[in-house]
């Protein structure tokens, strides 16, 4: 998807979450300037990644640390996609993990969108 040289390549964003109603303002911000695809189903997750080429994937904490790592283990020896967790509910260790994995960043919750849309601007472009 990335373009060539002089041709401007629009970002493509995978979002995961949970209730998409708490990430409107963040979605109204980035839309303007992104392709965004949302997803509240996990198991659509790892089938929409397959099928897309996405620069970024905004992954709020699934239900299960085991599903995390198996996404993450999947991305390292698949895909080349900056990665954002989202959720409050991580321990240290985790998020340890999950860096290691190559998660650029992480925001708890309550999440400020602002920043958080400015985070994924600047990671896109």
């Given at each position: 998807?990335?373009?060539?040289?002089?041709?401007?390549h629009?970002?493509?964003?995978?979002?995961?979450?949970?209730?998409?109603?708490?990430?409107?303002?963040?979605?109204?911000?980035?839309?303007?300037?992104?392709?965004?695809?949302?997803?509240?189903?996990?198991?659509?997750?790892?089938?929409?990644?397959?099928?897309?080429?996405?620069?970024?994937?905004?992954?709020?904490?699934?239900?299960?640390?085991?599903?995390?790592?198996?996404?993450?283990?999947?991305?390292?020896?698949?895909?080349?996609?900056?990665?954002?967790?989202?959720?409050?509910?991580?321990?240290?260790?985790?998020?340890?993990?999950?860096?290691?994995?190559?998660?650029?960043?992480y925001?708890?919750?309550?999440?400020?969108?602002?920043?958080?849309?400015?985070?994924?601007?600047?990671?896109?472009?």
């Open positions: 998807m990335h373009g060539g040289r002089g041709i401007k629009t970002p493509h964003i995978l979002i995961y979450c949970h209730c998409i109603d708490e990430f409107y303002p963040l979605l109204t911000l980035l839309s303007q300037s992104v392709i965004l695809v949302v997803t509240t189903q996990w198991d659509m997750l790892l089938s929409t990644m397959l099928k897309y080429d996405f620069d970024l994937l905004l992954l709020e904490m699934p239900q299960k640390e085991d599903d995390l790592f198996r996404l993450l283990d999947h991305i390292k020896e698949t895909e080349d996609v900056k990665m954002i967790l989202l959720d409050g509910s991580q321990t240290a260790e985790v998020l340890v993990q999950a860096f290691k994995y190559g998660v650029k960043d925001f708890p919750t309550p999440i400020d969108q602002r920043l958080l849309g400015e985070r994924v601007l600047f990671l896109v472009r």
